[in-house]
């Protein structure tokens, strides 16, 4: 398996406050992403990076920013977080693009009340 | 949508042959397989752009003139049980998923 770890897997906050998930890989792959899963969506990108510093947006990025000062640390934070964002967030790696195979984190399941 | 995947639910007894497909309407360089777990966990089972591959009692086709895909599980069993999940990449930079198949083998 690849060696790819959220945290934290589970939280719960209050809207309006801010929210860091941290996806950590020891995998050494370029290209990180973080994905939300929603019932009755697909899992839809939020951003991806392509090496360090570089970041680019994805498909559902309102409301969302992303960091990478190290090729192993890709985080996703909430700025001002709202209850349209609860969900499951998924971190996944790929040595490519979104042409090559991706591997999944765990998950984080975060609730915002 | 497009990614479309059908059927939505699929109940089968332990060693049935089934099928899953996956129809999408745009052009595309490469397409995925994932299988979701109960518990939630992601695992990519193929990733293809033409022909066909297979990996133990899986195997997955793809016909790119009529933006079709299809995932069969051989001799089924209880742990086959998961949500598959088809997603097509286009233009490079963009990654569609589909809703999944719930699959549901009995023993």
């Known amino acids: 398996d690849a060696g790819i770890t959220q945290s934290p897997r589970h939280k719960v906050t209050e809207t309006g406050t801010p929210v860091t998930l941290r996806c950590h890989q020891t995998e050494n792959h370029r290209y990180m992403y973080w994905y939300r899963q929603d019932p009755g969506h697909g899992l839809r990108l939020i951003h991806y990076?392509?090496?360090?510093?570089?970041?680019d947006k994805g498909e559902v990025s309102d409301g969302y920013s992303v960091s990478r000062s190290k090729t192993e640390d890709f985080l996703l934070t909430l700025e001002s977080a709202t209850s349209s964002q609860t969900s499951v967030y998924f971190c996944?790696?790929?040595?490519?693009?979104?042409?090559?195979?991706?591997?999944f984190g765990p998950g984080t399941r975060l609730l915002v009340l | 949508n497009e990614v479309e995947q059908s059927p939505q639910n699929l109940t089968a007894q332990e060693g049935e042959f089934i099928t899953i497909n996956c129809s999408y309407s745009v052009g595309i360089s490469a397409l995925h397989w994932l299988q979701q777990h109960p518990g939630g966990g992601i695992v990519s089972l193929f990733m293809l752009s033409s022909g066909k591959k297979k990996h133990g009692r899986l195997i997955a086709t793809i016909n790119i003139q009529e933006k079709h895909s299809s995932l069969h599980i051989t001799a089924s069993h209880p742990r086959d049980s998961a949500v598959y999940i088809c997603?097509?990449?286009?233009?490079?930079?963009?990654?569609?998923f589909g809703t999944g198949t719930r699959l549901q083998v009995f023993p």
């Open positions: 990076s392509y090496g360090v510093k570089d970041t």
């Open positions: 997603a097509v990449t286009y233009n490079t930079d963009k990654l569609i």
């Open positions: 996944a790696i790929s040595e490519g693009g979104l042409q090559e195979t991706q591997y």
